[in-house]
């Protein structure tokens, strides 16, 4: 299992990023995939998540109406478009994926598969 991010950058806040999460070995339609971020010194935070067999996509507080997760299982690429973005966005976010979640992504900090992670700064 292989998965790149890209997409991060420096933004100001309002603005809009798109990150994508190419993704090798990852059965889309049966696994979890995810967008987790994290910022030093705090815990690592589920943002964005889909249930493979399921197609239920989930979106935690924090994000939800302003961020947006889709896959191509036929790309195999996972994206999150991320508009109106606030200073506390600022983090780097990773692409995860997840054998045992394909159900139910949400709820857990522990994915089994992850990226190496794209920066995120969003200035006020």
Not at 60 to 85: N, P, Y
Request: net charge neutral; charged share 15%; with cysteine.
């Amino acid at each position: 299992v292989q998965l790149v991010e890209s997409g991060g950058g420096s933004v100001q806040a309002g603005g809009s990023l798109t990150l994508s999460c190419a993704a090798s070995e990852v059965p889309f339609l049966a696994w979890a995939i995810a967008w987790f971020r994290q910022v030093p010194g705090k815990e690592r935070e589920l943002v964005s998540c889909i249930s493979g067999r399921t197609g239920r996509r989930w979106y935690s507080d924090s994000v939800k109406g302003r961020f947006t997760i889709d896959s191509d299982h036929i790309k195999s690429i996972l994206t999150l478009q991320m508009s109106a973005l606030k200073p506390e966005d600022s983090a780097t976010y990773y692409c995860a994926a997840d054998q045992f979640r394909g159900y139910a992504c949400f709820g857990y900090n522990s994915y089994g598969h992850w990226g190496h992670g794209t920066q995120v700064a969003v200035s006020s």
